[in-house]
């Protein structure tokens, strides 16, 4: 069936070093992989997104990257600051007709900075 | 704009009871989405609505659980004599009509935290 797995389940980090997180899909019909931040409390909001027709994007100090063969994505946050710290979601959504709209998301990364 | 709410943000309710949960998508938002997130927990994808289309009903965990989308906008979920399993934020999401570019992101409402004591 559909499964994303997600890792590290948390991840410490000094203050302006780099963060990765890394999830990995099964479903080889995969084609949209989107990242969530979840603040303590708060609504999941989408932070970056990546299409299977390209391998990389970048947003400022956020990037993602593709490897469909391996079936592998990745979060990298660069220059960490303290309000980077929340839970971090990536999520995996099936190429397909109109109803096929569900994501499939990761366990969630919990994300320390210290200042 | 306004974006999705969620009604109420919080409900305590008596094992066996019955409980309506309700989201109010982004106006003009053909697509809904009903999510589960146990404490510490991912997001578990529950209900899915497209426009006119079956709705995807393969995350519904049982028989008790069950949702409806009115006039292809408001929602409601509804679980059956609930159970302390139960207990978890329901997040509701929306996104623009299949088939334009920006109709990939799910936009999340604030969820609905229910306790079932």
């Known amino acids: 069936g559909e499964n994303v797995e997600q890792h590290p389940s948390t991840l410490s980090v000094q203050e302006g070093d780099s963060a990765v997180i890394k999830c990995t899909y099964s479903?080889?019909?995969?084609?949209?992989f989107p990242w969530y931040k979840q603040e303590l409390g708060k609504r999941p909001q989408l932070i970056i997104d990546i299409r299977s027709n390209v391998g990389e994007k970048k947003d400022q100090r956020i990037a993602v990257t593709l490897n469909k063969t391996a079936k592998h994505f990745s979060l990298h946050i660069t220059e960490t600051q303290p309000e980077d710290s929340a839970v971090y979601f990536c999520?995996?959504?099936?190429?397909?007709?109109?109803?096929?709209?569900?994501?499939?998301f990761g366990q969630g990364t919990t994300l320390q900075v210290k200042p | 704009g306004a974006g999705v709410s969620q009604s109420p943000s919080n409900k305590v309710t008596e094992k066996g009871k019955d409980v309506e949960l309700r989201c109010d998508p982004i106006?003009?938002?053909?697509?809904l989405y009903w999510y589960r997130q146990s404490l510490g927990q991912g997001l578990e994808f529950l209900i899915y609505?497209?426009?006119?289309?079956?709705?995807?009903k393969s995350g519904l965990p049982s028989d008790r659980f069950s949702a409806e989308r009115t006039g292809g906008s408001v929602s409601t979920l509804t679980i059956q004599r609930t159970q302390q399993e139960d207990s978890a934020v329901y997040l509701c999401?929306?996104?623009?009509?299949?088939?334009?570019?920006?109709?990939?992101?799910?936009?999340f409402g604030p969820g609905t935290r229910l306790t079932v004591t």
């Open positions: 999401a929306s996104s623009p009509t299949w088939g334009t570019t920006a109709s990939y992101e799910q936009y």
């Open positions: 479903d080889s019909a995969s084609n949209y």
């Open positions: 999520a995996a959504r099936r190429r397909g007709s109109s109803n096929t709209g569900k994501l499939i």
């Open positions: 106006s003009g938002h053909t697509a």
């Open positions: 609505f497209q426009g006119n289309s079956a709705p995807d």
